[in-house]
């Protein structure tokens, strides 16, 4: 007989079957695992960010930081936006010419946005640089996590922790002003992670995500402007999107460029920014031999800092990186270099090899501040790296690999070649860390930072005419030179040594020369000496005002007064409302006695400008050296109620003081308190 077969008994209500409750339990591991895991990649990059950069919240302010913080425009906070999104990003009015240029609105609208909050406080302007670095540096670690999803973990970690530790990013980081760089990165692999989305689905709407971040990127800084060539090296090298598809995601993204540029361009006054030979000088040198030869020398730079990032300097400039043809040595070298990287990366790019990818990142990059390309104000900078290291990074994690011969694919990796690739990166992210943090101290302030870096800049005109500059203005503002005239004479001959040195490189440069002369004129007994360099200064620029203003002052000191109103008369004919001009030709003519003649001017200025305090204080000066106290201190009184000043305010209080007048001498005192109080002094 046949035995009956048995039916599968059922499962109680009380049962589960096995299957349903492994499954369950298998699938939702995984994703919580790595969602865990992602929390805990985040959280160490936060801490990372933190030791790298947590000492720049002890920083003030640094070179070129008033184009974004220290700013009266920033400083109206959120009701200065439209003002902000209606003009340049830099707008300077200087003694030797202006600097109007370039529009970069989002970073100054980060900057008023801050003002609003929390006011002028440069530690927090610091801690939300670290801060915005830490984002970036999280957003490209989830994008070198998707671009190398075939790849061990360890790999792209790795790359963004190289990446992050490497002490050329200082400047990018501890200076305020170059919050630009990291907003513009940020944006442009903000837009390749849609860019990405788009490979993957098709779908349109994300190369608009795309379109709106590029041209947020490209109003933070033109440096996004290589992304539009590295958007379709990503493509190629990690995705399976047909390259004839190519097209499209180019020609939105060149649209994004071109209306980020020219759109700007229907609100904005037309301004020729003018380029100076001590800035680079390939401006003036239109040989293609010497263009090429420079820039290969500036190319040869990037890869010296990137491999040895010392000494990091705040500016380079005319003559650190020589002019030179593609004779030279270092040029052929340099162009060895870089054709050889290009070939390897050619001949490897139709095998998608890693190696490949990171050479072609860089110098794609790279070739925007070769020189070649485009010319870059300063020649060289260690920010124009930013985007290009990248690449270094990558590269440099893939040959520590490479050398324990272990597969970054490799889904496991045995402990031993683990640990010795961690033990080479750590080796190599100690010295960086050390010099990241000890950079970040040089950039304090102004003083440590140009102390600091001096040293290394012997062959630099501007680094030496900025720090010439900087010690000069920090005796207009030393209380015994305001009171008595006297500078410290070790401070008089530093400031004199780097005005020389700059002229002893570029003897024809008319800033320093004007420089040199107004140091001679102002805080030396010398004006003979400055006849001889302000001159020099007029010569080689005729329409260069201060010069003309400071050369009639020194032959005003010489007695030659002949010779200061040729100066004073020369310069009313270029521009006859140049204040300072009258003002001074009105003072030689009191000092030749023709105190009417003196005192009309001065009237006249009043009439014109009603509420200018100054010819108030000539008059009231030219009553004193006719011993007429009462008189002169009727004009002070009402130059301070027009625009007080402490040092007038102190000067009526003396005066009050010695006329019995205590009530007076005590308010004029005690507004001079206030005022030097408002001024932080």
């Known amino acids: 007989m046949n035995k009956p077969v048995k039916k599968p008994r059922k499962a109680g209500p009380k049962e589960n079957p096995v299957p349903k409750v492994t499954t369950a339990r298998i699938q939702k591991p995984p994703i919580y695992a790595s969602a865990k895991a992602n929390r805990y990649f985040v959280l160490f990059l936060f801490v990372w960010a933190a030791i790298l950069y947590g000492n720049t919240v002890l920083n003030k302010y640094s070179v070129d930081d008033e184009f974004v913080t220290n700013n009266p425009q920033v400083a109206k906070g959120l009701k200065a936006l439209p003002e902000i999104f209606s003009t340049f990003y830099v707008n300077q009015q200087g003694n030797v010419g202006s600097n109007v240029s370039d529009y970069r609105p989002i970073v100054k609208a980060t900057y008023a946005l801050e003002y609003q909050l929390w006011g002028q406080k440069p530690g927090v302007s610091h801690g939300i640089n670290m801060l915005i670095y830490w984002l970036l540096s999280v957003f490209l670690f989830f994008l070198l996590k998707r671009l190398l999803k075939d790849y061990n973990i360890l790999f792209p970690f790795l790359i963004t922790l190289v990446f992050m530790s490497h002490p050329v990013h200082t400047e990018v980081v501890a200076s305020l002003k170059n919050r630009d760089e990291m907003l513009s990165f940020l944006c442009g692999i903000g837009a390749m992670w849609f860019i990405l989305d788009y490979a993957d689905t098709r779908k349109f709407r994300y190369l608009v995500y795309a379109f709106m971040v590029f041209v947020i990127g490209f109003l933070c800084k033109t440096s996004i402007v290589p992304f539009l060539a590295l958007y379709p090296l990503v493509l190629w090298f990690f995705t399976d999107f047909p390259p004839k598809k190519y097209v499209p995601v180019v020609l939105i993204i060149a649209v994004a460029a071109l209306a980020a540029m020219y759109v700007p361009r229907f609100f904005l006054p037309h301004v020729d920014r003018v380029n100076h030979y001590i800035e680079n000088p390939l401006y003036f040198e239109k040989g293609l031999w010497i263009r090429l030869g420079t820039g290969f020398s500036a190319l040869l730079f990037y890869l010296r800092i990137l491999i040895y990032p010392h000494p990091l300097l705040f500016y380079y400039g005319f003559d650190m990186i020589p002019v030179v043809?593609?004779?030279?040595?270092?040029?052929?070298?340099?162009?060895?270099?870089?054709?050889?990287?290009?070939?390897?990366?050619?001949?490897?790019?139709?095998?998608?090899?890693?190696?490949?990818?990171?050479?072609?990142?860089?110098?794609?990059?790279?070739?925007?501040?070769?020189?070649?390309?485009?010319?870059?104000?300063?020649?060289?900078?260690?920010?124009?790296?930013?985007?290009?290291?990248?690449?270094?990074?990558?590269?440099?994690?893939?040959?520590?690999?490479?050398?324990?011969?272990?597969?970054?694919?490799?889904?496991?990796?045995?402990?031993?070649?683990?640990?010795?690739?961690?033990?080479?990166?750590?080796?190599?992210?100690?010295?960086?860390?050390?010099?990241?943090?000890?950079?970040?101290?040089?950039?304090?302030?102004?003083?440590?930072?140009?102390?600091?870096?001096?040293?290394?800049?012997?062959?630099?005109?501007?680094?030496?005419?900025?720090?010439?500059?900087?010690?000069?203005?920090?005796?207009?503002?030393?209380?015994?030179?305001?009171?008595?005239?006297?500078?410290?004479?070790?401070?008089?001959?530093?400031?004199?040594?780097?005005?020389?040195?700059?002229?002893?490189?570029?003897?024809?440069?008319?800033?320093?020369?004007?420089?040199?002369?107004?140091?001679?004129?102002?805080?030396?007994?010398?004006?003979?000496?400055?006849?001889?360099?302000?001159?020099?200064?007029?010569?080689?620029?005729?329409?260069?005002?201060?010069?003309?203003?400071?050369?009639?002052?020194?032959?005003?000191?010489?007695?030659?007064?002949?010779?200061?109103?040729?100066?004073?008369?020369?310069?009313?004919?270029?521009?006859?409302?140049?204040?300072?001009?009258?003002?001074?030709?009105?003072?030689?003519?009191?000092?030749?006695?023709?105190?009417?003649?003196?005192?009309?001017?001065?009237?006249?200025?009043?009439?014109?400008?009603?509420?200018?305090?100054?010819?108030?204080?000539?008059?009231?000066?030219y009553y004193i050296l006719k011993a007429d106290t009462a008189m002169a201190v009727n004009y002070w009184e009402q130059a301070a109620a027009k625009n007080p000043s402490a040092e007038l305010c102190y000067q009526l209080a003396f005066m009050y003081k010695v006329h019995g007048d205590q009530k007076k001498a005590a308010y004029y005192n005690n507004l001079a308190d206030e005022l030097n109080r408002r001024a932080g002094k």
């Not at 521009?575 to 006249?604: S, T």
């Open 325 to 621: 043809g593609m004779g030279s040595i270092m040029a052929l070298l340099s162009f060895a270099i870089h054709a050889g990287l290009f070939i390897y990366a050619i001949l490897k790019l139709r095998s998608k090899d890693i190696l490949s990818f990171a050479i072609l990142w860089y110098l794609i990059s790279i070739s925007m501040y070769s020189n070649i390309v485009a010319l870059a104000v300063g020649i060289v900078a260690e920010r124009f790296v930013f985007t290009a290291s990248l690449g270094f990074s990558m590269a440099l994690v893939f040959i520590i690999f490479r050398i324990f011969r272990t597969n970054p694919k490799s889904l496991t990796i045995e402990i031993d070649s683990r640990m010795k690739i961690l033990a080479v990166v750590i080796l190599l992210l100690i010295p960086s860390t050390v010099l990241t943090i000890t950079r970040n101290r040089q950039w304090r302030n102004l003083f440590t930072l140009y102390q600091s870096d001096i040293k290394y800049l012997e062959r630099s005109v501007m680094a030496n005419i900025q720090y010439g500059g900087y010690l000069m203005r920090s005796v207009y503002t030393d209380s015994n030179f305001l009171q008595y005239g006297t500078v410290n004479e070790f401070k008089q001959q530093v400031i004199i040594s780097h005005f020389r040195q700059a002229l002893k490189i570029y003897p024809d440069n008319y800033q320093a020369l004007n420089d040199l002369g107004t140091v001679y004129l102002f805080m030396t007994s010398k004006p003979d000496s400055a006849i001889y360099f302000l001159k020099k200064a007029t010569d080689l620029d005729p329409g260069l005002q201060p010069a003309w203003v400071n050369l009639g002052m020194a032959y005003r000191k010489m007695a030659e007064y002949d010779k200061a109103i040729e100066c004073y008369t020369h310069l009313l004919q270029v521009n006859p409302n140049n204040l300072k001009a009258i003002f001074a030709l009105a003072d030689v003519y009191n000092d030749m006695g023709d105190f009417n003649r003196a005192l009309k001017m001065n009237e006249d200025v009043m009439k014109v400008y009603p509420q200018l305090e100054m010819p108030y204080i000539n008059i009231g000066n």
